[in-house]
């Protein structure tokens, strides 16, 4: 007996294909966009002192932001800082006239760089929003100090 030979033409498989491709594909409204967040802060006076700095999640700088690419806002920003051994976190609250995007910057004190950044939440029209990138700038010695984030972000299905 014979097994019959089954032909599939491309002409024949690609729209099946490409229906199947579609409906795996996310929405076009989760699609990653790139942003950068641009930082000037005055340290506060116990982040400068000689004894390491804040440690228990208290106010470590304020000053003011400004978010570009797929976000456009701007205003104050205040950064908390907890520090756990070789580790330090930066909650980097920025309010815009849009709503609030919390960030949480993560520092590796001993061996430096690859200083990584997450949007935890965020209110208003920032709802939903998700993200994640690096810090790019880390000038905490400057005067003001000064920090950037690069990353991407996205809408986080309700």
């Known amino acids: ?58 106010v ?22 907890t520090q756990r051994g070789e580790t330090a976190l930066i909650r980097r609250v920025v309010t815009g006239a849009k709503g609030t995007i919390t960030f949480v910057v993560v520092l590796h004190l001993v061996f430096g760089g690859g200083e990584r950044w997450t949007i935890t939440s965020g209110t208003g029209a920032y709802e939903n929003l998700r993200g994640r990138g690096y810090q790019v700038v880390d000038n905490y010695a400057g005067s003001p100090a000064t920090f950037v984030l690069k990353g991407t972000v996205s809408r986080a299905r309700a």
């Open 60 to 81: 470590a700088a304020t000053g003011h932001c400004t978010l570009t690419g797929v976000l456009r806002d701007s205003g104050p920003v205040t950064d908390y800082r």
């Open 1 to 58: 007996m014979r097994k019959p030979n089954i032909v599939l033409s491309l002409a024949a498989a690609a729209p099946a294909a490409a229906v199947l491709i579609s409906a795996c594909a996310p929405p076009a409204a989760v699609a990653h966009s790139n942003l950068t967040v641009q930082c000037a802060e005055t340290l506060t006076a116990a982040q400068g002192g000689s004894n390491g700095g804040v440690t228990n999640g208290g």
